[in-house]
């Protein structure tokens, strides 16, 4: 078993991108997320909202909490290598 596979990902939701470690991030790639849009009158934080295996999934995890997956923008987590 891979170290990357023991990281729960659910648990990274509220955590910025830039802030995960290397078994972190690893354990993100391939997997999508969601950040919600800037714009001047939100000025969100950029922390991950959703993890998903495809947008679709992202979009189901926001709509079962209530956001509107309208309001984010969905990124592909590349491997740092």
């Known amino acids: 078993?891979?170290?990357?596979?023991?990281?729960?990902?659910?648990?990274?939701?509220?955590?910025e991108v830039e802030g995960l470690n290397f078994?972190?991030?690893s354990a993100l790639a391939g997997k999508w997320i969601a950040l919600e849009i800037y714009t001047p009158k939100?000025?969100?934080?950029?922390?991950?909202?959703?993890?998903?295996?495809?947008?679709a999934d992202c979009a189901r995890q926001l709509n079962a909490r209530g956001p509107d997956p309208a309001r984010f923008e969905f990124s592909r987590v590349n491997p740092l290598f």
């Open 23 to 25: 078994v972190e991030r």
């Open 1 to 15: 078993m891979s170290v990357f596979t023991i990281v729960d990902t659910g648990k990274l939701i509220g955590r």
């Open 42 to 55: 939100t000025i969100p934080l950029k922390r991950i909202v959703a993890v998903g295996d495809s947008v």
